[in-house]
């Protein structure tokens, strides 16, 4: 292949390339292209944008002389010619992507570092002192949802029943079950000892309506039989360790907070469950920052996690309660918000000693639970959701793309090492997070944070399945509920 050089002078025949026997019009083009001096106002830029100059002056040349199949035979041969740049000019633009990859997930990793280091852990309490506010220890209202639950309802409840914490209430609102769960909780009732009696009660929800979403109505009957001082929000698939609502209550009152949220412990069997589960704590840990939750006033630094919301009853009535979220999806963030809105603190602690989740028990069920969520997590925003997506294909998927593509593609060494180190980084992040929460399986975990390309990826194609459902006539549909939202 010729080797050009600026200011590079070659004879006219040109016999090495081939141009000896060329109309003098080629030779023109080529010996102008070949004997290109850049000009002092051309000196020191890049030698690709030399190339381009170049490129002008041989057209400056040839166009005059009006003959199409002259200037096509020039391009063919600035094109052949033109591989190396075009090839330069591709390994820049990733180099770029790459270097702005890094960029972003470095800001990441400092916010979980930083996550990591101050993240308040919810611990075992043995006993809780009555504040100023109560004369006596308060009443706790534990309420519990549930609906076609009979695989967690039984454990869970008997979880709540064993609790330590003596002045509480537990009350089931069965939804309208095509199971057997109320049938298990009535039977817990049934069996409880004579000092329990009363403390556990199966309520039957009354139906549906129109304007409001199946969690959140269950949820506000609940409340109007609950009589405690603390409203002690929990799903039906968690367990919680025999201190856990002192712990909550001994947290509150020290903290001075109106609500407690938690980041529980996942339970994960399948590996459907392994790889997409773990990107809700990886979402929240490396964006969130945790240390802001009690102390700054925005609403924005709030979360909310329905598998245990603790509010203070005076302050649940103050914002309004489910009403104000009725046909809401994501009502645990929401109601977070609206706290903080209302000038009350809220803290989100770990509090993976004391409750247990199993969120879903197959793939399938992951598939539709995060389907469910993923699009209202973006305020059903289209673009704000395709944005997300194509930021999460850049800084989670494509750096490994580069690297399989790298030989095939003849990438740079700068190129191949960026998407290496922009590989490497956020399997580091999910290893420091697997250390940190996961217990039962740990080394089939931290195995599982090298494929955390692939559980972005399936993140991916879950919102854009959210999306679908969200356009769709039907809407979304979950535990044969339809539920068509605002478009």
Known sequence: MFAWKPGHLLPSSFPECGFGDAPPIQRIAFSTFVSYTPTD??????????????????????????????LNSTTFFLFEEFRPLRMLLFDTALQFLTIFA???????????IVNLCTFPRLRPQASLQASNQYTMVPLVSVLIPARDEELAIERCVRSLVAQTYERLEILVLDDHSSDATATLVQRIIDGLPQHQQGRLQLLQGTALPSEWGG????????????????LFFTDADTTHDPKMVTSVLAMMQTQKVSLL???????LDSLGEQLVVPLLTFTILTLLPVALIPTRPEPSLATGNGQLLCFEQTVYERIGGHEIVKNRILEDVLLARAVKAAGFRMLFVDAQDIVYCRMYRSFSAVWSGFSKNLFAFYNYSLPFALVALLLNILLFVAPVVFMISAPLLHLSDTVRLLATIAYLLPVLMRILLTLRFTHVQRVEMLL????HPISIALGCLILLNSIRWHYRKRGTVWKGREYVTSR
Do not use: W
């Open 41 to 70: 106002a051309h000196k020191g830029l890049p030698y690709y944008m030399t190339i381009l100059h170049a490129t002008h002056a041989v057209y400056s040349r040839v166009a005059p002389c009006g003959r199409p199949s002259v």
């Open 102 to 112: 890094l960029f972003v997930l470095c800001i990441m990793f400092v916010i979980l």
């Open 215 to 230: 969690k959140n109505f269950a949820c506000h009957q609940l409340t109007q039989y609950a009589t405690g001082d603390y």
């Open 261 to 267: 949220t938690v980041q529980p412990t996942y339970e």
């Open 448 to 451: 599982l944070c090298f494929l």
